[in-house]
T-cell receptor, first 116, second 113 residues
Framework: EPEVTQTPSHQVTQMGQEVILRCVPI?????FYWYRQILGQKVEFLVS????????KSEIFDDQFSVERPDGSNFTLKIRSTKLEDSAMYFC??????????????FGPGTRLTVT | AQSVAQPEDQVNVAEGNPLTVKCTYS??????LFWYVQYPNRGLQFLLK??????LVKGSYGFEAEFNKSQTSFHLKKPSALVSDSALYFC???????????FGTGTRLQVFP
């Protein structure tokens, strides 16, 4: 069964450094998402991406964040200057149609980002 | 604004007994509801969804959920729990204006042998 994959599984970085989290969505999917889960809290939407542009972003997704689909298979989340409060589990998800058209989002295993 | 609530942080049940994990929702239009499960060190796995149709929805691993419009609930159920069902369960609703998912706070299910 096809799966969403994410690398690395755990990233430790110093405050102020740039990080890139990588995701490989399911190959025939067209809609891509990033969510995050701060330890002990609920899963929160960050951004959705379709047709090489951002469809929607949350208020969390400020100018420090960016997303890119550089080569038709990878989907990346970049944080330019990490802050302590960026420490969280970051989930990538993909779907072949928007969730509201009866298709669910498939999630990757997550990248745990620790900012020190 | 759309939201879901999971009133229980943890549910404990003995193996072989039925289990229920509760979820209530708040939407202004038609609800699109989902259940996901998260095992330790794993991502969110889709269990089932309600979009339209029968109020009883069947999903993966023997789980089902009952959509109740009058009570605005979408409780997850399983007739006979397994120890391997122990995990974190999330209810989610699709935002009506976009396709993002809005998650509840999660319920930890512990099944004891």
């Amino acid at each position: 069964e096809p799966e969403v994959t994410q690398t690395p599984s755990h990233q430790v970085t110093q405050m102020g450094q740039e990080v890139i989290l990588r995701c490989v969505p399911i190959s025939n999917h067209l809609y891509f998402y990033w969510y995050r889960q701060i330890l002990g809290q609920k899963v929160e939407f960050l951004v959705s991406f379709y047709n090489n542009e951002i469809s929607e972003k949350s208020e969390i997704f400020d100018d420090q964040f960016s997303v890119e689909r550089p080569d038709g298979s990878n989907f990346t989340l970049k944080i330019r200057s990490t802050k302590l409060e960026d420490s969280a589990m970051y989930f990538c998800a993909s779907s072949d149609l928007p969730a509201g058209l009866s298709y669910e989002q498939y999630f990757g295993p997550g990248t745990r980002l620790t900012v020190t | 604004a759309q939201s879901v609530a999971q009133p229980e942080d943890q549910v404990n049940v003995a193996e072989g007994n039925p289990l229920t994990v509760k979820c209530t929702y708040s939407v202004s239009g038609n609800p699109y509801l989902f259940w996901y499960v998260q095992y330790p060190n794993r991502g969110l796995q889709f269990l089932l969804k309600y979009i339209t149709g029968d109020n009883l929805v069947k999903g993966s691993y023997g789980f089902e959920a009952e959509f109740n419009k009058s009570q605005t609930s979408f409780h997850l159920k399983k007739p006979s729990a397994l120890v391997s069902d122990s995990a974190l369960y999330f209810c989610a609703v699709r935002d009506e204006d976009t396709d993002k998912l809005i998650f509840g706070t999660g319920t930890r299910l512990q099944v004891f042998p």
